[in-house]
Nanobody, 123 residues
Framework: VQLQASGGGLVQAGGSLRLSCEAS????????MSWFRRAPGKEREFVAG????????SYTDSVQGRFTISRDNALNTVYLQMNGLKPEDTAVYYC?????????????????WGQGTQVTVSS
């Protein structure tokens, strides 16, 4: 199983980025997919998640209304559209896959993790 995250970079505050995570080696359409992040000096935290069919999403409060998670099961890819970026969004962003049938924010529930992509927001 491989999760390949991409799309990170350096952006000014107020800007946008779109992260992508392409999965291989698993039945993608059966997995809940989520994005987590780890800011410098902090623990990894849940950012957004989407259920296997794409009909249910969940966001942490700090990104609600600014970030949008989506998926394309035909392309085995999950996306995170990030608008209105703030310096506090600076972190390494990770995608993760969970074969369970419900969406959870608990890190240890996830079966597979990508390598992470750096997002840096300058003020």
């Amino acid at each position: 199983v491989q999760l390949q995250a991409s799309g990170g970079g350096l952006v000014q505050a107020g800007g946008s980025l779109r992260l992508s995570c392409e999965a291989s080696g698993l039945t993608f359409s059966s997995y809940t997919m989520s994005w987590f992040r780890r800011a410098p000096g902090k623990e990894r935290e849940f950012v957004a998640g989407i259920n296997s069919g794409g009909g249910y999403t969940s966001y942490t409060d700090s990104v609600q209304g600014r970030f949008t998670i989506s998926r394309d099961n035909a392309l085995n890819t999950v996306y995170l559209q990030m608008n209105g970026l703030k310096p506090e969004d600076t972190a390494v962003y990770y995608c993760a896959a969970d074969r369970a049938g419900y969406l959870t924010r608990k890190l240890d529930a996830y079966d597979h993790w990508g390598q992470g992509t750096q997002v840096t927001v300058s003020s």
